[in-house]
């Protein structure tokens, strides 16, 4: 069992089909104890029972939006748990509208959203965890996607945000590198899921992708759960700051 014993934090469960949720299935068949959060009331009646079927220690809402909801996070966590060897931001979010056309379509009030939720949440989230991780080898894992290095239909400002927390990654992986806690971002490729559907040309992307990697395949949960396990467990006690491709290949691909 390669996590056994960790305590793992998990954010982005939003139903069965969320990359979050096979993270968080693999985690536990690896011996972690989990603490499950969901995005509001909204989420709780389907996320509440998948949580529970995998005994989680915790499980509470967390609107990643509202500073006082991380806060309370913590504050619970901090109850049950003397500490926390990871956590998974598999979160990200922006208007169905800033996910279509190009990105001239960008509103000033979309493009903030994207980054508050996509991007600011994962610096917040990891300086309120910060004391609770630190001095136990912790790792801290987000979730991102190719749209954040190469230009993909509809991808707009969620390309930009994606941009934007790669290199967050970097810059969080050298403030909390010191207190040997390491940082890392995987890179999916196409998966259908609820985020997905909101994505103006996603069966596009999935069928190049499918056609063009060098596996001929897309991915699935599971393979991103396998490579979470690897990148959160002691395996990888070397690697912080990376950008992990799970695409099946896709990204090497020039013509
Ligand atoms: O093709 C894909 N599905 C890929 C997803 C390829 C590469 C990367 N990703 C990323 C996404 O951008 C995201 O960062 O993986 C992460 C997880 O996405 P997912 O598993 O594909 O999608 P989903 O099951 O919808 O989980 C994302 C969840 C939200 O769902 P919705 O669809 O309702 O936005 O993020 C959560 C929510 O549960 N979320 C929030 N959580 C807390 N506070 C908030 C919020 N304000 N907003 C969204």
Known sequence: MMLQGKKALILGIANEKSIAWAIARHFHEQGAELAITYAGEAFEKRVR??????????????NV?????IKAVFYELGKVWDGIDIIVHSVAFANKDELKGNILNTTRNGFAIAMDISVYSFIAILKEAQPMMQGRNATALTMTYHGGVKVFPGYNAMGVAKAALEASVRYLAEALGPDGTRVNAISAGPIRTLAASAVGSFSQILNRVESRAPLRRNITQEDVARSA?????DLSSGVSGEIHYVDGGYNIIGI
Do not use: W
């Not at 029972?49 to 967390?62: D, F, Q, R």
């Not at 939006?65 to 909801?69: C, E, G, K, M, T």
């Not at 396990?229 to 467990?233: A, D, E, K, M, N």
């Open 65 to 69: 939006a509202i500073d006082n909801n």
């Open 49 to 62: 029972p998948l949580a529970e079927s995998l005994n989680a220690k915790a499980i509470l809402p967390c």
């Open 229 to 233: 396990v690897y990148l959160c467990s």
